[in-house]
């Protein structure tokens, strides 16, 4: 069993910056992608930004040029610093990771949603 904690969400003002972090734990033998996606109240999901396990990454292009998506294999963790944040980027975010556990399963799971509110 795979878990993801995540953390960093919060209140900010337009322009300013957030950088959220996602730690797995748990039964993992391999992560192979990491990515970030966010819901907006009466939107559906969407994918933000996106990791392989070779450092290959792709933005939503609402986001490219001010937000980065990074990963420490070492800790488990994928992060996303957000910058010159705006009032449309309000959201719940949500990480996402896949990978093989210790037990030769391949997993998928979702952190639990943190809030990043863009407001004034």
């Known amino acids: 069993q795979v878990q993801l904690v995540e953390s960093g969400g919060g209140l900010v003002q337009p322009g300013g910056s957030l950088r959220l972090s996602c730690a797995a734990s748990g039964s993992i033998f391999s992560i192979y992608a990491m990515g970030w996606y966010r819901q907006a109240p009466g939107k559906q999901r969407e994918l933000v930004a996106h990791i392989s396990s070779s450092g290959s990454v792709n933005y939503a292009d609402s986001v490219k040029g001010r937000f980065t998506i990074s990963r420490d294999n070492a800790k488990n963790t994928v992060y996303l610093q957000m910058n010159s944040l705006k009032p449309e980027d309000t959201a719940v975010y949500y990480c996402?990771?896949?990978?093989?556990?210790?037990?030769?399963?391949?997993?998928?799971?979702w952190g639990q949603g943190t809030q990043v509110t863009v407001s004034s």
């Open positions: 996402n990771v896949g990978g093989i556990t210790t037990a030769a399963l391949s997993f998928g799971s």
